[in-house]
């Protein structure tokens, strides 16, 4: 099974900052990446697939880089709404498995 | 409105059962695969189970095998999950998910509460 070490575990960051929250996959998954955000007490909402292709409706400051096994979602420009929880999904092979989740605070 | 909601949570003690189900509506259910993520209070995502648009391909995290059953009623649009011989490990948030504008599961249903406990 594919496992997916995600960093940091958590952040702190203000608004208007950049930030980088990166995935490693335990073996190479191409560019079956995804990223998704959770806010407290909502489902998950996807961002970003294949590594870099941002979704439908989704802000441009939102963005997502890598292949093989090194990943990276980029933030650029918090917003006071992208406070909330990321974790990136690997979808190359099933079991699917996800990050154990990065959460963003305001600093 | 293209929307998933799930339905069928609930508390039930060790070893017991539930039948958790997923109402679709908006889109046309029997072309898409389905999938059942979960998350524990206070934890990360986890895959569950995937079933194919025909059902005709089923696949289980090792953590559900033998113990989880996803079928789906195309002419219901519907999807289901039979959990068996549930334990405290079970207790989670059940969400349904489904990739239809993109290969990701860009579409979630609101989840619903399981918790297992005497």
């Known amino acids: 099974d594919i496992q997916m070490t995600q960093s940091p575990s958590s952040l702190s960051a203000s608004v208007g900052d950049r930030v980088n929250i990166t995935c490693r996959a335990s073996q190479g998954i191409f560019h079956y990446v995804a990223w998704f955000q959770q806010e407290p007490g909502k489902a998950p909402k996807s961002l970003i697939s294949a590594a870099s292709t941002l979704l439908s409706g989704v802000p441009s400051r939102f963005s997502g880089s890598g292949s093989g096994t090194d990943f990276t979602l980029t933030i650029s420009g918090l917003q006071p709404e992208d406070f909330a929880t990321y974790y990136c999904q690997q979808y190359n092979t099933y079991p699917i498995s996800f990050g154990q989740g990065t959460r963003l605070e305001i600093k | 409105e293209v929307q998933l909601v799930e339905s069928g949570g609930g508390l039930v003690q060790p070893g017991g059962s539930l039948r958790l189900s997923c109402a679709a509506s908006g889109f046309m259910f029997s072309s898409y695969e389905m999938n059942w993520v979960r998350q524990a209070p206070g934890k990360g995502l986890e895959w569950v189970s995937y079933?194919?648009?025909?059902?005709?391909?089923?696949i289980y995290a090792d953590s559900v095998k033998g113990r989880f059953t996803v079928s789906r009623d195309n002419a219901k649009n519907s999807l289901y999950l039979q959990m068996n011989s549930l334990g405290a490990e079970d207790t989670a948030i059940y969400y349904c998910?489904?990739?239809?504008?993109?290969?990701?599961?860009?579409?979630w249903g609101q989840g619903t509460m399981v918790t297992v406990s005497s």
């Open positions: 079933i194919s648009s025909s059902g005709s391909v089923i």
């Open positions: 998910a489904s990739p239809t504008m993109s290969d990701v599961f860009d579409l």
